[in-house]
């Protein structure tokens, strides 16, 4: 009788990457410590997720345990700052912080504006394209500040070490997001 399901050929995507499968109960852990940076900052929990999605973290200079750090790869951030844009605005999940405030006082925004941007005529000389450098530095600062308390938290609870072995042994050396969620969601079934 031959079976219909069959075992993967290939490695899933945790075992391609077995130093990330070390972390994901601590990444867990730091989103929920995180969480006032993120309120702090000018990103909605909403526009923080998607920055987080677009965001790989390395352990970069892996074989040197002197040098060794995780570092946010940022590379792909650059491509959803439109999106983020396009999304409600403040800190304190929307709330009304600064971004809000600076926004509702220096014009942009609103349909009109939306339509503009949508046909490629730019933001009218309001800064759009200052802003999106902004929210670039701001988005970069941000998961590096996450991948900073990664670590620390890592060190403190006596990983990083073996974390960073792995990482060393690791060919990709780096994990994204959209992994850690799929990680999270199959360890909750």
């Known amino acids: 009788m031959k079976t219909l399901i069959q075992p993967p050929s290939e490695p899933t995507a945790m075992s391609d990457r077995p130093w990330t499968d070390q972390i994901v109960g601590a990444r867990m852990t730091v989103d929920q410590e995180f ?3 993120v309120e702090a900052s000018q990103f909605t929990n909403q526009q923080w997720s998607l920055i987080m999605t677009a965001t790989e973290f390395e352990v970069e200079h892996a074989d040197d345990p002197d040098r060794a750090r995780i570092v946010a790869n940022t590379d792909q951030v ?3 700052i439109p999106e983020l844009e396009n999304m409600p605005t403040g800190g304190m999940g929307g709330m009304g912080g600064p971004a809000q405030q600076s926004r509702s006082s220096g014009g942009g925004g609103g349909v009109f504006d ?3 941007s949508a046909l490629g005529l730019g933001s009218g000389g309001d800064g759009g394209d200052d802003d999106h450098a902004e929210k670039l530095r701001a988005a970069e600062r941000l998961t590096q500040e996450y991948a900073d308390e990664l670590q620390d938290h890592l060190e403190t609870n006596g990983r990083w070490e073996s974390v960073r072995e792995a990482a060393a042994d690791d060919p990709s050396g780096e994990w994204s997001d959209e992994a850690a969620e799929t990680d999270a969601d199959d360890a909750g079934n």
């Open 35 to 37: 969480s006032s940076q």
């Open 78 to 80: 650059e491509q959803i």
């Open 114 to 116: 939306s339509i503009k």
